[in-house]
Each structure stands twice: as structure tokens, then as C-alpha cells.
């Protein structure tokens, strides 16, 4: 089975600190992706990454950045946290670059911003 | 970009009963369409897939259908019960740029199933 670990569940931060996020995953999967989840409004994509170093925006990149060094790891970056990025982060990686495969979730980081 | 909308939002059925979830996609080009379900303190879950040569797949329980002319897909869940219960997120790919492909996820379905 795929397995996607997300380092922390829950995260406290406050309001202008650099916050880091951690995915691993253990399938050699391409490609990495990370997302925000909010009540209403699904899941919106951040960022991906297709190989390591390689990384590409989604929909609502701004105020993030993201880091692949290794093929396994893909870090989500708050540079200067804000209480408008309270949220469920979720992590998933996927084999098929074709994209017409499944992506494998993380149970996700509950990050809350004071 | 893409746009997929999720119908609807909650949904109660009894024990026993069938729940229909449906979505819209706005993109001709999308060609890979995923069900996630979502249990509560959990990443969401492929229950199945369905890709845009096929026009319906089954797995026991459940089955996806797609219209492709409408643009438009549905999830079916027959015999339902209590542990279906969670939330279920439709979503649609399609390519991003050169090679790349990205999902774009519906807004998400909370099933409940009363026994």
C-alpha cells in the first residue's frame, strides 16, 4: 500500500513566523502535490512537483513556496505565516505522469495561525 | 481553467437506500475522473475511478457513470451503509501545461446514512 506521512497532524504557529509543512512518501512516485482544504470549499492546489527540484503553481500559490530536494520529500513553506492560512493541509503523491491515475492523501496537518 | 460542480452538498439517506452524487466539469479536455471519500480525521481515499474512453465502471457496491457529450459524471452507491457515511469529493484532470496534470477536486458531499 501506499503510505504518505505527514510530519505533524496538528501545528500551532504564530502570525508572521516561517512555517514549515513535511511530506514524505514511500512509492517512488513522480509526482508530489500539496493542498489546502477548507469547509466549503474543497480541496485547491497550491503546489506540485513533477520531479525533484521541479516544481510547478497551482491555483492558490501565493504566500507559499515549496521545496523537493529529494524524490521521496516535499516541503510546503509559509514564509511569513498569516491567520488567513488556518487550515487542513492535505499531501499526496502519484505514480502516472499521464495524470489519468490516482493520487494517494496524507491524513493532513491541521494547521491553526494565532 | 477547470470548474467542477458537486451536487449536492449533503445528502441523508436510510440504511439500506441508494445515494446518488453527481458533478459537472467544464473542460472537454479533462479525460481522468477520481471519487474520493473522506472519513472524518483522515486524507481522502480513491474509491474509484473512471477514465473518458469508458462510459460506466462497477465495484461491488458502487459505480461511476460519464457522459461525455453533457460533460458531466456521477457516483452511485447502492445498499448503503452506516460506514458509508463521510464526506465524498468528485474530481476531474486534465493537463496543466507541457506534460503536467493536475485534479480539479468538487467542492465535497456529506453523506450521512441513517440506520
Known amino acids: 500500500d501506499v503510505k504518505v506521512t505527514q510530519s505533524s497532524r496538528y501545528l500551532v504557529k504564530r502570525t508572521g513566523e516561517k512555517v514549515f509543512l513535511e511530506c514524505v512518501q514511500d512509492?517512488?512516485?513522480?509526482?508530489m502535490f500539496w493542498y489546502r482544504q477548507d469547509p466549503g470549499l474543497g480541496l485547491r492546489l497550491i503546489y506540485f512537483?513533477?520531479?525533484?527540484?521541479?516544481?510547478e503553481k497551482g491555483d492558490i500559490p501565493e504566500g507559499y513556496s515549496v521545496s523537493r530536494e529529494k524524490k521521496e520529500r516535499f516541503s510546503l513553506i509559509l514564509e511569513s505565516a498569516s491567520t488567513n492560512q488556518t487550515s487542513m493541509y492535505l499531501c499526496?503523491?502519484?505514480?502516472?505522469?499521464?495524470?489519468?491515475?490516482?493520487?494517494?492523501f496524507g491524513d493532513g496537518t491541521r494547521l491553526s495561525i494565532l | 481553467g477547470e470548474n467542477v460542480e458537486q451536487h449536492p452538498s449533503t445528502l441523508s439517506v436510510q440504511e439500506g437506500d441508494s445515494a446518488v452524487i453527481k458533478c459537472t466539469y467544464s473542460?472537454?479536455?479533462?479525460?481522468?475522473f477520481p471519487w474520493y471519500k473522506q472519513e472524518l480525521g483522515k486524507g481522502p481515499q480513491l474509491i474509484i475511478d473512471?477514465?473518458?474512453?469508458?462510459g460506466e465502471k462497477k465495484d461491488q457496491r458502487i459505480a461511476v457513470t460519464l457522459n461525455k457529450t453533457a460533460k458531466h459524471f456521477s457516483l452511485h452507491i447502492t445498499e448503503t451503509q452506516p460506514e458509508d457515511s463521510a464526506v465524498y469529493f468528485c474530481?476531474?484532470?486534465?493537463?496543466?501545461?507541457?506534460?503536467?496534470?493536475?485534479?480539479?477536486f468538487g467542492k465535497g458531499t456529506l453523506l450521512t446514512v441513517n440506520p
Open positions: 473512471i477514465r473518458s474512453n469508458v
Open positions: 473542460d472537454s479536455a479533462s479525460n481522468y
Open positions: 512537483s513533477y520531479d525533484v527540484k521541479m516544481k
Open positions: 512509492m517512488d512516485h513522480e509526482n
Open positions: 499526496a503523491s502519484s505514480f502516472f505522469t499521464t495524470g489519468r491515475g490516482p493520487q494517494h
Open positions: 474530481a476531474a484532470s486534465k493537463r496543466s501545461g507541457g506534460s503536467n496534470y493536475k485534479l480539479t
